[in-house]
């Protein structure tokens, strides 16, 4: 899950450089914008497909041999997480509203997202309003990927490494918190206190990929495993 979440950091990486480099752009054929848009539209795409051709939905559809996808089906039946079904199982559907645990992770991920998508969306504007200029702000948006991935990859290493999903959660969002009030509290004229403050909100992230590691670990049967992500 971790891997697989880096890519919200490697793309404001690469989205701060192409942001960059069409900073220099002069050409009236098209805006800046509309480059940006053909270029991680059709990589978009492309990665859309390649995954719908090569990405199996469950054991029996993937490239493992048999003896693989023999050993792959007993673990998914030593831990009753179960495999792929498409018939929807309606005692499955309503155990979900009958889980707290559905309610917990509902109110940990609104809670951790709703700051997330902000800072996210508009951590330019943010910087710039520190005193950067254009260009400088968007070569100071490249290390909030870097917290990104390195945050990620920490989180999901210690939670495997020590089976502490929850605590690394914790930790995480206790992270982004003091990233938060950093941004809140710092003097305005402290623009290094305000920058660290915006690059440590990039650990919020991190937590996601071991909520959805936690629903995916906890929660057994197809139809109340996909509800439950819903």
């Not at 997480?81 to 005692?91: A, C, L, P, V, Y």
């Amino acid at each position: 899950m971790g891997i697989w979440y880096l890519g919200t950091g490697t793309a404001s990486i690469m989205g701060a450089l192409v942001a960059y480099g069409l900073l220099f752009y002069t050409s009236n054929a098209f805006k800046p914008w509309q480059i940006m848009f053909l270029i991680f539209g059709l990589i978009t795409i492309a990665v859309g497909i390649s995954i719908t051709i090569f990405l199996p939905d469950n054991p029996m559809t993937s490239r493992l041999t048999h003896s693989e996808k023999l050993l792959a089906i007993e673990r998914l039946r030593e831990n009753q997480t179960g495999i792929e079904n498409k018939h929807f199982k309606r005692s499955q559907f309503t155990e979900i509203f009958t889980d707290p645990q559905t309610y917990l992770i509902a109110v940990i991920v609104t809670a951790m997202d709703v700051p997330n998508a902000a800072m996210s969306s508009f951590t330019s504007l943010i910087i710039k309003s520190f005193g950067y200029t254009t260009k400088q702000t968007e070569l100071l948006n490249i290390p909030n990927g870097a917290v990104s991935i390195v945050s990620i990859l920490a989180v999901s290493y210690a939670a495997g490494r020590y089976n502490q999903r929850c605590l690394c959660v914790v930790a995480s969002l206790s992270a982004g918190l003091l990233g938060g009030c950093l941004l809140a509290f710092a003097p305005r004229s402290n623009k290094s206190a305000q920058l660290a403050g915006n690059y440590l909100t990039q650990c919020t992230g991190s937590a996601l990929p071991n909520m959805y590691s936690l629903a995916g670990a906890n929660v057994a049967g197809h139809t109340k495993k996909v509800s439950m992500n819903a």
